[in-house]
Nanobody
Framework: QVQLVESGGGLVQAGGSLRLSCAASGRTFGSYAMGWFRQAPGKAREFVAAINWSGDSTHYTDSVKGRFTISRDNAKNTLYLQMNSLKPEDTADYYC????????????????WGQGTQVTVSS
């Protein structure tokens, strides 16, 4: 399985931006579909965005469309989530996940997970 480590979280004011990164170990990163999920305190983990192995197909949950962009650099074994126009409701722990299958929006389809990075958006 691929090992994943997220970074880039922090505290930002509403309207601001953050860029999350997810570094993957191993030489097979390019064969994995990747996803970003988030979990707010007291809430279930929810899908945010996903990208296929080559990076030419993406999918977003409605609440982040037009504000977040998922991308990947297979040469650097890294997944990104550019988050713009952040809102207080985006506050959560953000997780990247990997799956050797077409991407889905369902967290249990992803067997590999990072430890998460915290994003806090103040109003």
């Amino acid at each position: 399985q691929v090992q994943l480590v997220e970074s880039g979280g922090g505290l930002v004011q509403a309207g601001g931006s953050l860029r999350l990164s997810c570094a993957a170990s191993g030489r097979t990163f390019g064969s994995y579909a990747m996803g970003w999920f988030r979990q707010a305190p007291g809430k279930a983990r929810e899908f945010v965005a996903a990208i296929n192995w080559s990076g030419d197909s993406t999918h977003y949950t409605d609440s982040v469309k037009g504000r977040f962009t998922i991308s990947r650099d297979n040469a650097k074994n890294t997944l990104y989530l550019q988050m713009n126009s952040l809102k207080p409701e985006d506050t959560a722990d953000y997780y990247c996940a990997a799956a050797k299958r077409p991407y889905t929006t369902t967290y249990y389809d992803y067997p590999s997970w990072g430890q998460g990075t915290q994003v806090t958006v103040s109003s």
